[in-house]
């Protein structure tokens, strides 16, 4: 069996009289998307903030591709291979869509942000920026403002941006949030190719694209996991009808 990108071992994290994260153990293996789902509250966003960084657990460890990275600051773990896209956009809105690629392949080739003007007249540069936007079909929008995109477009965007350092992992938070349903689609569909190219843990409450794109799910509630498998394993779940997907509206 294939050693997992992902692999949490008992990790906690309280906060006071909170446990967040409760003795959580779980691993996200080559290539597969993996939902991690819960009811608000659960302990989702402060999961993922511990696996990029950006929380240390109280205990336990994360280790990435068989290393351990639990004390790693958030740029060793992005240089270590943890790629994220999450709720609140971080692309240059004020730049086009042309310029936030090739910033972002400057970022990739190891060369200084110093010299922007220049580096977007760089015909290698633009060269890669082009093969960047056509991951997630926006080559077309490539001279428009970011801030003037589509939500759902500047969410396919930082999607884009995250994919262009080779992650072997990608945390997606709720990728589709506040996406109309066109851009909703789109954004499954780039989901799906990219199964079996780089592993995937996904946050996202759309319930039928979750079931639908997941080749496996946790399921958190109060910190804890309280089952795993696959969408038919946990859809056929009691606890889990009981905890969640009962209570979904």
């Not at 068989?66 to 958030?74: C, K, M, N, P």
């Not at 936007?133 to 003037?148: P, T, Y």
């Amino acid at each position: 069996m294939s050693q997992p990108v992902l692999k949490l071992q008992n990790l906690n994290k309280s906060f006071g009289a909170l446990k967040a994260t409760s003795d959580l153990s779980m691993t996200v293996m080559p290539g597969e998307i993996h939902a991690l789902i819960g009811p608000n509250g659960a302990g989702k966003t402060t999961l993922i903030q511990q696996i990029y960084g950006a929380l240390k657990p109280d205990s336990g460890q994360v280790s990435l591709n068989g290393s351990e990275i639990t004390a790693l600051s958030v740029p060793d773990r992005v240089r270590a291979g943890i790629g994220r896209s999450f709720q609140i956009s971080n692309v240059l809105m004020d730049f086009t869509v042309m310029e936030n690629g090739i910033i972002a392949e400057q970022a990739r080739l190891g060369q200084s942000f110093r010299f922007l003007q220049p580096a977007f007249s760089d015909a290698r540069l633009i060269e890669g920026a082009i093969a960047i936007l056509q991951r997630v079909g926006l080559e077309k929008r490539a001279k428009q403002r970011v801030g003037d995109l589509a939500h759902g477009e500047r969410r396919m965007l930082e999607l884009a941006l995250a994919l262009a350092a080779s992650p072997s992992l990608l945390l997606l938070d709720e990728p589709m949030a506040g996406a109309g349903p066109e851009d909703s689609q789109r954004m499954a569909e780039i989901i799906e190719g990219l199964r079996g190219k780089v592993a995937i843990l996904l946050i996202e409450h759309d319930m039928d694209a979750v079931f639908r794109l997941a080749d496996r799910l946790t399921v958190m509630v109060e910190g804890a996991v309280i089952a795993a498998g696959t969408a038919a394993e946990i859809s056929a779940n009691e606890a889990v009808k009981l905890a969640y997907l009962g209570g979904e509206e």
